[in-house]
């Protein structure tokens, strides 16, 4: 037999390793279909909530906190920025209003913050990492054997809560005239970023209750929810007391009404775990 020449000795190596792999293919198919669409859309949004965290935030001072102190006065300053936010509203947070209800001196609010702007920065980023810790908490639990009911109101109770902790946080996120890179424009990217992170985690959450909804009427369901919560919940911000509990009953009501076709099918249920009743010992 003549001996084989380079070109066709490569030609089979080539052949051999395209064998090898379409052999590892169907392997590699086969793992991937057994991914949920739940653990498909979760992967998506970790990857985002780690972009967000490390490339969108703002830069907001002039100086970081070392020590303890140093935290205990930036938290200070921060308070003061709310509560004079709160009373009277984002214009009237100057630096000299913030230093003067902190009680300490104007300068001391320069050692960390570059101008007002930055405080309110730095407000709005302490109001989203609360956020997000609720966030974590309220869909962590496996949405497949709990009530609809019960469902929508381990959301919506600790995010009106929250709302009701921090009477700044609707003004802060209020809509404000500046370039979109400046440091006035840094609450806007982030209600932006904690907008998309809830729609993300419902849309999680629907994919686990009803495996069968399309990705596009999870995603339309998930922004529709997270749409009349937030309009809901800012609205609920700007009534009096007495008023309140109604329209946070109203919301958890239109979210049901909305989400029952969706998430409460015959097949979702017949699907969905059930507990096993307990064995009972004879003697």
Same mark, same amino acid.
């Given at each position: ?50 972009? !967000? ?25 921060? !308070? ?32 960390? *913050? ?12 302490? *109001? ?33 809560? *929250? ?5 700044? *946080? ?10 979109? !890179? ?67 009953? !109203? ?33």
């Amino acid at each position: 037999m003549p001996p084989r020449s380079p070109r066709t000795t490569q030609r089979t190596a080539q052949g051999a390793s395209s064998s090898r792999a379409s052999s590892r293919a169907p392997k590699r198919v086969a793992e991937r279909d057994t991914e949920s669409a739940a653990e498909r859309v979760a992967k998506v949004v970790a990857e985002r909530t780690t972009a !967000d965290q490390t490339d969108d935030s703002p830069d907001t001072y002039r100086r970081q906190p070392r020590q303890s102190r140093g935290q205990r006065r930036v938290d200070l300053l921060l !308070d003061a920025a709310a509560d004079v936010i709160a009373e009277h509203g984002l214009n009237a947070a100057t630096a000299e209003a913030i230093a003067q209800r902190a009680k300490t001196a104007k300068g001391s609010l320069y050692q960390f *913050f570059p101008n007002r702007d930055a405080v309110v920065a730095a407000l709005a980023l302490r *109001f989203a990492d609360e956020l997000r810790s609720i966030h974590e908490r309220a869909f962590a639990t496996d949405p497949r054997g709990l009530p609809l009911n019960r469902l929508i109101d381990r959301i919506v109770r600790p995010l009106a809560a *929250f709302h009701d902790r921090n009477p700044a *946080f609707r003004r802060v996120f209020m809509t404000a005239d500046a370039p979109i !890179d400046s440091t006035g424009a840094a609450p806007n990217r982030i209600r932006s970023q904690l907008f998309e992170s809830i729609v993300d985690r419902l849309d999680i959450l629907f994919a686990a209750r009803n495996p069968r909804l399309s990705s596009r009427e999870r995603r339309r369901a998930a922004v529709v929810s997270a749409t009349i919560g937030q309009a809901l919940l800012a609205r609920r911000d700007r009534v009096i007391a007495s008023e309140r509990k109604p329209i946070l009953d !109203d919301l958890r009501h239109v979210l049901f009404a909305y989400l029952t076709p969706l998430l409460d099918t015959p097949a979702v249920a017949a699907a969905a775990p059930r507990k096993r009743a307990p064995r009972t010992v004879t003697g």
